[in-house]
């Protein structure tokens, strides 16, 4: 059986110099490779970006991944006592490997966030990213769930997978989801009629391999709105307050907007 040690050897001192140059690696697969990103700019109410984007010469392969916008945060509605909030879902991961040839076409859009701030007791669930183009349809990469409250108390330590999604779907070859964020805690005076509750944390959650984190804690404060701008594909803030009463209500923020990142060979 032949072995490593029984194939003839070239030292780099036998080759002549100037023999094997860039011209005779021409046909090399990793001669054309490269990446492209797309994104909207990383400010708050960012409206995505969307091309068309045309396959290079000499290309057979794309490594098609997405992110979608992370969720809004809630508003703060707090009216008679002190109530629990959620932190909202990063956006979903979708990626896609597909065969394609130079001059095929793709209409390729990284979400944008929707242009408003959340006053609702429930924020906005993220847009979605998408390619779609030759050898590839109904491809998209969901957003993030939603930031919310409740006022049960018993029920505020609880993290939960608001959105789901099975491996395979949205048109991709792995889909992957981030868990919503985690409910916020807190003391509580009874003596004052739940009307004060300190201090207050949560966190919302990233999209998958992004690897971002945003936490926000509040300790004696009528209302503090959620930050403007988070990461790209991460929850949003919600907004907080320490106290009850229908007059100190808050909005919360925006989520991160979408990615697309196309690896091409």
Not at 9 to 15: H, R, S, V
């Amino acid at each position: 059986m032949a072995n490593y040690a029984s194939y003839k050897k070239i030292n780099g001192d036998q080759i002549e110099s100037g023999t094997l140059g860039a011209g005779k690696f021409s046909e090399s697969p990793t001669s054309g490779y490269g990446v492209k990103w797309l994104h909207g700019s990383p400010g708050a109410c960012t409206s995505g970006c969307c091309c068309n984007w045309t396959v290079p010469a000499n290309i057979g392969k794309l490594w098609i991944q997405a992110w979608g916008a992370g969720g809004n945060g809630s508003g703060s509605c707090s009216c008679n006592r002190c109530i629990h909030f959620m932190g909202s879902g990063g956006g979903f991961y979708n990626s896609k490997m597909i065969g394609t040839n130079g001059g095929c076409q793709y209409t390729v859009c990284a979400a944008g966030v929707y242009p408003c701030y959340s006053r609702q007791c429930e924020g906005c669930i993220g847009c979605s990213s998408y390619v779609n183009g030759y050898n590839l349809s109904n491809f998209c990469a969901i957003g993030g769930c939603r930031g919310m409250y409740n006022t049960s108390w018993s029920t505020g330590c609880n993290a939960a997978w608001g959105c789901c999604r099975s491996p395979g779907q949205n048109g991709g070859d792995l889909t992957l989801g981030a868990m919503n964020g985690i409910w916020s805690v807190a003391r509580h005076d009874t003596y004052r009629g739940w009307c004060h509750c300190y201090p207050k944390g949560q966190a919302s959650t990233a999209a998958p391999f992004i690897g971002t984190h945003v936490h926000q804690t509040i300790r004696n404060c009528w209302i503090r709105c959620g930050c403007w701008t988070v990461p790209y594909g991460h929850g949003g803030q919600n907004a907080m307050t320490t106290y009850c009463g229908s007059g100190h209500c808050g909005q919360g923020g925006t989520g991160g907007g979408g990615l697309v990142k196309i690896t091409y060979f």
